[in-house]
């Protein structure tokens, strides 16, 4: 493939417009393996009606053409409205309202409800990668403009996306998540032989307590995942995400969809007690990174979500020799399990110069509060210090 190759761009409107191959090439293309990033994650997520036109979710994939084959994609949707995304613009709209404009709709490059940190401007390998990126970043800025959004909003992307983004005008963004780092622990004993004294004790007694009651924790995976394990955990869902979002996101269908096309890559870790699923957490399996995702249950015991949603994915982690677990949005809390803080990247481009303006000022200072913030509770950590702090 050459230079003088055409690049032509298109917006499609499903997933099911590029061909699972083509697509799936883009996505992984750097030998790396992001589940969220995959054909399956996207149409199970479309097809099962999450994320879709009447939710606010419409989907315009920025596809990149070469020779009429899919070299380069950009998964976005235009949005009325601000849910599901967890990088958290309410205000910006709510400003731009006040001054007489119209902040919706909104294009979004991101993976809807799914806070993990992966490509996003996915292209394959081949000479030309550099150019198709370029490409896609120009091309966002004129989807902008053909779909009269005010906005674009590339959201988790990783830093090198971030950066190049910047070059295109786009302004930039930090927050910060909690992940937990395989120093390559053997065991979980090992894991805990690195923290000082107080939080090893506090570890241990959670874990012991967890699981008082007559708990039983069950780690599954693949076939080992049943429809009645299914039904269990969206039962879950549905009484957790009511509570905190007021409406779920996501569908029953969606849950099966997984379960048939993306099992392997699936982390069901359940809790029983007395014959029956009372907790789960779903987490999903990476190359290198076990990556958190849902907790729900209809039993609430102390310490039981730590054991479910942390320890137990650090078990995994170590087993399966992956060097990092990605515990999902917010939660200090975290800190004391052995999760650090990790800064976590977007890029916005804003049309209007007025409302640019303001929000360049904004994320300078916000910028460097994370920065901060960051760096101050990395020294707060679990961790045993030089001072012999054991």
């Excluded at 979710?57 to 998964?75: D, E, K, S, T």
Aim: proline share 4%.
């Amino acid at each position: 493939m050459t230079d003088s190759c055409e690049i032509t761009l298109e917006a499609v409107s499903s997933v099911g417009q590029v061909p699972a191959d083509e697509w799936n090439a883009c996505a992984n293309s750097d030998g790396s393996y992001n589940p969220f990033v995959t054909h399956a994650f996207f149409a199970a997520l479309e097809e099962s009606g999450s994320a879709i036109a009447r939710t606010g979710w419409a989907a315009r994939h920025l596809v990149a053409r070469m020779n009429g084959q899919a070299v380069g994609i950009v998964p976005g949707y235009l949005k009325n409205h601000s849910q599901g995304e967890y990088v958290f613009d309410h205000g910006w709209a709510d400003a731009y309202a006040r001054a007489g404009g119209s902040y919706y709709p909104k294009l979004q490059a991101t993976v809807p409800f799914t806070p993990a940190t992966g490509p996003r401007l996915l292209v394959g390998n081949g000479p030309d990668a550099a150019r198709i990126r370029e490409t896609l970043a120009s091309g966002l800025i004129a989807l902008c403009g053909a779909t009269h959004a005010s906005s674009v909003h590339v959201t988790f992307a990783r830093e090198d996306e971030w950066t190049l983004l910047a070059e295109h005008g786009f302004l930039q963004r930090t927050d910060q998540q909690f992940h937990w780092r395989n120093e390559g622990y053997g065991t979980f004993e090992d894991f805990l032989a690195t923290l000082a004294s107080r939080h090893r004790k506090a570890i241990r007694r959670e874990r012991r307590d967890a699981l008082a009651n007559g708990i039983t924790i069950h780690a599954l995976t693949g076939d080992g995942i049943t429809p009645d394990v299914w039904d269990a955990f969206f039962e879950f869902y549905m009484e957790t995400g009511s509570r905190k979002w007021g409406r779920p996101y996501l569908t029953r269908a969606f849950y099966t969809m997984i379960g048939e096309t993306m099992a392997k890559d699936v982390l069901l870790v359940m809790a029983k007690r007395d014959g029956k699923w009372i907790a789960g957490a779903i987490n999903f399996i990476g190359s290198d990174t076990l990556f958190g995702r849902h907790w729900g249950a209809v039993e609430h015991h102390p310490f039981l979500h730590f054991e479910v949603c942390y320890y137990q994915a650090i078990d995994f982690a170590i087993r399966r020799g992956l060097k990092r677990v990605e515990a999902g949005a917010q939660g200090e809390h975290k800190i004391a399990r052995g999760y650090l803080p990790q800064t976590t990247y977007s890029a916005h481009y804003i049309a209007d110069p007025a409302l640019r303006r303001a929000i360049r000022d904004y994320l300078k200072h916000e910028r460097s509060y994370v920065q901060q913030a960051v760096r101050e509770l990395t020294e707060a950590g679990p961790f045993r210090k030089a001072n012999g702090d054991d």
